[in-house]
Nanobody, 126 residues
């Protein structure tokens, strides 16, 4: 399993932007499908975005489509989630997860991922 570490969470005003990072020692993002999930207080964990291994095909939840962008930088062993036009509903703990499989623009369920980070807190509030 990978030791994933998320970073970049913060308190931001509505309409603001954040960039979350997901990294691990010796991690080659191209070889893994990486998913971002979030969990708000009192709510179930929900899928946010995913980038597939190999071809880099992406998935976005309808709630973030057009505002969030997932990308990977193999040279830095890091996957990013750029979040723009943030809304209070985007508040939650964001987790990245890795799985050694390939998707085709779809979002696998959480159980498909075998490595998880500890999460990073995002708070969108004025």
């Amino acid at each position: 399993q990978l030791q994933l570490v998320e970073s970049g969470g913060d308190l931001v005003q509505p309409g603001g932007s954040l960039r979350l990072s997901c990294a691990a020692p010796g991690f080659t993002p191209d070889y893994y499908t990486i998913g971002w999930f979030r969990q708000a207080p009192g709510k179930e964990r929900e899928a946010v975005s995913c980038i597939s291994s190999v071809d880099g095909s992406t998935y976005y939840a309808d709630s973030v489509k057009g505002r969030f962008t997932i990308s990977r930088d193999s040279a830095k062993n890091t996957v990013y989630l750029q979040m723009n036009s943030l809304k209070p509903d985007d508040t939650g703990v964001y987790y990245c997860a890795a799985g050694y499989f390939r998707t085709s623009g779809t979002m696998p369920p959480p159980v498909a991922f075998d490595s998880w980070g500890q999460g990073t807190q995002v708070i969108v509030s004025s």
